[in-house]
């Protein structure tokens, strides 16, 4: 079966207005403070550099690879870093920068994984959440956007490494639909 990709559920123009509305929030609530965004490689680049052009603080980026999919359409539930911070985060107020909280578990581990490290305060932000695949009691309190239960690519989301340089946020359905 071919993937083929569904309608715009959210386009570029969307996505950049809602990341200036974050990047704004997170000003506010660090005022005076300072933050280190984390991107999770690869999907979040895309999102983490459209809310890092609003925060105006003090800040500092670094970025950790986890895996759970491979080249599946779903989590395997075994989270793998594949590259750590380089950044020491003890006494650091972090924020997580991700692509979609869906059914939590990596960003579950990552949370107390960097707990561990004595980080001062962890807020995660994510473009999408799916919050019908929570498997993990866990908010985010930054979200662009919520989806259905769809999986979804585009604007750094992938399906195989394939998708993520579309300049908005789909789908993929199967041929058969």
Do not use: H
């Not at 996505?15 to 965004?37: C, F, H, N, P, S």
């Not at 750590?84 to 924020?95: A, M, P, S």
């Not at 990552?110 to 473009?127: D, F, M, N, P, W």
């Amino acid at each position: 079966m071919a993937d083929v990709i569904g309608s715009v559920l959210y386009s570029k123009e969307e996505i950049e207005k809602r990341a200036e509305e974050i990047g704004k929030q997170i000003t506010e609530d660090y005022k005076g403070e300072k933050v280190i965004l984390v991107g999770i490689l690869r999907g979040a680049v895309m999102w983490m550099s459209d809310v890092m052009k609003n925060v105006d603080l003090d800040m500092t980026i670094d970025f950790m690879a986890v895996s759970s999919y491979g080249s599946s359409k779903k989590s395997s539930g075994i989270v793998k870093i594949n590259k750590d911070l380089d950044t020491n985060i003890e006494d650091q107020n972090v924020i997580i920068v991700e692509d979609i909280v869906d059914s939590g578990i990596t960003l579950n581990y990552l949370v107390g994984y960097l707990e561990s490290r004595g980080a001062k305060s962890i807020k995660i932000c994510s473009l999408l959440n799916k919050q019908c695949n929570r498997k993990v009691d866990l908010n985010a309190t930054y979200i662009g956007f919520e989806v259905d239960d769809l999986f979804i690519i585009g604007y750094g989301l992938d399906f195989d490494q394939r998708y993520r340089n579309l300049p908005y946020i789909s789908y993929l359905e199967d041929e058969e639909d």
